[in-house]
């Protein structure tokens, strides 16, 4: 006699669960972003705990999905691009609010 046993996951749990996943990590990013911002403009704190928690989870995340091949070709010279871009920016910004005086 054979007994069959029960398909514990497939495809469409696989993929649902995924959605869920992705869904919850937008919440939970967003939520830290809110509470960083926060604890920039109204308590006036430097809250570099949570903002490394959030870029680094991009960073493992990126990195995750590019081994696997999940993004398109010329991501790398993009994510490049854009963190030199936001790099210049800060360094201007960081700029004018020291000769400003407003990081005192």
Request: charged share 15%; hydrophobic share 55%; with cysteine.
């Amino acid at each position: 006699m054979r007994t069959t046993r029960a398909v514990e996951s497939d495809e469409r749990t696989v993929a649902v669960r995924n959605a869920i996943y992705t869904r919850g990590y937008l919440f939970l990013t967003i939520a830290l972003w809110i509470d960083l911002m926060v604890r920039v403009f109204a308590r006036h704190e430097a809250p570099l705990d949570l903002m490394a928690l959030v870029v680094g989870t991009l960073v493992v995340c990126t990195i995750y999905q590019g081994r696997q091949g999940a993004l398109p070709d010329g991501w790398a010279r993009s994510m490049l691009l854009i963190a030199c871009i936001f790099g210049v920016l800060g360094a201007i910004f960081g700029f004018v609010l020291a000769m400003t005086g407003a990081m005192r």
